[in-house]
């Protein structure tokens, strides 16, 4: 028994396991606005983590395509009352075209010269997110009316309810998780682990690596801004705020104290993240210094982060049974 | 025809000048040897080759076609592949896999999101070939950073040939070896020379000696000899740059 | 004020934004060219320098003790942070920048813990109050001494990295640190010296601007931004690159306020943008 459950952990069962376990978790927990959040903020995590985790390329401006996708889903709900799946592709889409763009300028640098560039680019549009007060609402933000989960002609349901919210979430989560694996596992996606190994040696052997990073960077986006118009559709809010440094640097946290090493990292760190920011902040308003000091503390002593250490353990268990 | 054809190519870096003037042609199926004494540029001139480094001045022709300032991989898929001096494979991937990215790298298959790697069957299969001829059969599953230093030389020669390239250069392929393993690597590069053209840095003048059909003598950054083994033996101009570096340190 | 009397003024304001901006992107450019490390961090090394200095004026009610005091205590800040930094050494690039970024986040909340979330002023120093009257326009004394001192500063340091034995090893370092600890320099303590005259530089911007700026809890992130965009432009790992590249940004977001106001704070970026996209290595860029 204790052999299997060291031994037998692969990635499919542990995608059933986290499946499972999100599942169920509406049972235990009765606080839904939290876990949906939790949701949301996994998926930006496991999106923003293909850059960091698999390409190797720390992006400090991630909140971009996330509130990008935030506020195009509001803008399009409060302006032209789309059908909630057109908001989501749409928001999809800029946070993929941002990301097209800020990759073109930003992918040929190397490493930390990168994670400036995509801090400054995202500020930029922070900036002026800030000053198109009238269209985005400025610091105050705009509010939406949460649209029904809608197929025109076929069915119509609310989705005011927070338990089916929160079911509705999962599905996105359970098929970013499934697409993402698809990605790693395939020829794709081993390419961008060579990139990560070995630059030199990948450019050596013809592949195009720059070509490779910015793919993986407009899918990142692609699913960044996905989190961002689930995460606008859970909060019914969007402030610009959703598109600066601070949002940018909260992905980036949480996923390293999470774990950058595998798909499911990311989750560990939106569930620490949320607890964090949702109950420690009702204790002391300082939060973020809490935060910060764990998360400094992880880049010395812990950077495989919290999944990483357990699939580390368990890989020494195993190894003694 | 000459396979590779480099005109007045000259490096420089600040003040020191690492390759200077370099005018060199090689013909297709040549096994040529590049000698000289630390710092002649050796290693510089292979990068510049390979598009890792920009020239300061001059031209590479690879086939009639100028590559001097195309990006690595554009150069790396028109036939040329590289070792170097600092083992360059991938330590977190295992032998097969790292043999298997290279070929790979030649196929259509790279864009494809949605297949598992692992069942292009075809492509283990010519990985397995390879991991077989240089002498890695059985660590195939083995991580490449838990290999020995000699099996992880022969994993990078794997790699490389993987590739099929047209021009292979191999940077100091024998440095750290034992005598074994010096003459196992010796036979592993003339298997893979064959039908192809391979220029080769080497410290050992015995591999020199017993593979290269030219000797090529770089010093400070400039070729002072090009001939036949024999006829370097024999040149008063290359003892003297050994001999004038032995004197120095 | 018409136009003739504003475009002098507001070039000045440049250029006196612009000397604030080099003596941080100074900090930052020599420390990324000796190490590899961006410091995230850096901005807020210039916020805390502007709060100990208003703090200590508090105490005082002497300006120029704070402009001795502050510059002082982040050097020693400074080193603090470069032996955590060290522990990372031989671990990737990336953590180190997250480490920086990690301590970024905690001085900024300890800054708000300990002074709030409301900005505070700090007065111009009473020699320096009022305005010299240039005939064509007025222009503050402060900001004036502000332009003469930072020059100052710049030719110091640019006498002392061209000129002396350890700006040679500075100079030496930003090319090869392989090398200069090769060569027998004791590596570690050159790091180190650098990585405190950072920060202590960066302490002395944030001295220097309050009396203008304020002092508030999120002007170290800000001004970092700033500076990251004034690096790009200017070249990193390049002195000359971050005068002409503080220079330049101060200038064109100044000027930009006079004459465009809506655009003040994109024009900065979009300017990188450009730059990145015309010389990527930056316009004195060696790396």
Redesign the interface.
Known sequence: MSRWLFKGFQDTHIFFLWAIFFLVLPLFVSNRFIITEILAYSLFGISFNLM?GYV?L?S?GHALYFGSGAYTMALLLIHFKVNIFVGILAGMGIGAIFALMVGL??I??Y???F???T???A??VY??A??MRDLTGGENGLAIVRPPLEIPGLFSMSLESPLRLYYFVFIFLILTLFIFR??I???????L??IR??E??A???????EKFKL?AFVISGLFSGLAGTLYCLIIKFVHCGDLQ?LKS?EV??MT?IGGTGSLYGPIVGAIINTFLSDFISLLWQ?W??V???I??IF??YM?EGVWGEMQRLQKKLGRRL | MAILKVENLTKNFGGVCAVRNVQLEFKEGELCSIIGPNGAGKTTFFKMIMGLLPPTSGNIFFQEKNITHLPTHKIASLGICQTFQIISIFPNLSVLENIRMAIQSRSKYNFSFFNSASKYLELQRMAQEIVNDVHLAGRESSNAKNLSYGEKRRLEIGITAARDPVLILLDEPTAGMSHEEILDTIKLIQNISARKTVIMVEHNIDVVFSLSSRVIVLNRGEVISDGSPKQIQQDEGVKRAYLGKQNDT | MDILESVPIFIFNGIALGMIYFLIAIGLTIIFGMMGVINFAHGALYAVGAYIAYTTTLYTGNFWISLAVAPLIMFGVGIGEYFLLRSLYGVEAVYQLLLTFGLALIMQEVTIFIWGTVGKPLAIPAIFRGAYDFGLFTYPKYRIFLIAFTAAIAFIIWFSITRTKLGAMIRAGTEDSEMVSSVGINISRLFTLVFGLGASMAGLAGVLAAPIVGVEPFMGMNILIISFVVVVVGGLGSFAGAILGGLLIGIIQSLCILFFPAAAAVIVFAFMALILIVKPQGLLGQI
């Open positions: 960091l190797g720390l400090f300028l930003s040929r640098q490493g930390v010269y994670s400036m560039l801090l400054g680019f500020e930029m900036f002026i800030l000053k698809r990605i596992d395939s020829p794709f996606g081993k390419v682990d060579i190994e070995n030199t040696r450019r050596t052997l013809g592949y195009n690596v793919i440094w640097g980036v946290i390293l300082r973020l210094f935060l910060g000091t998360f400094v880049v010395l950077r």
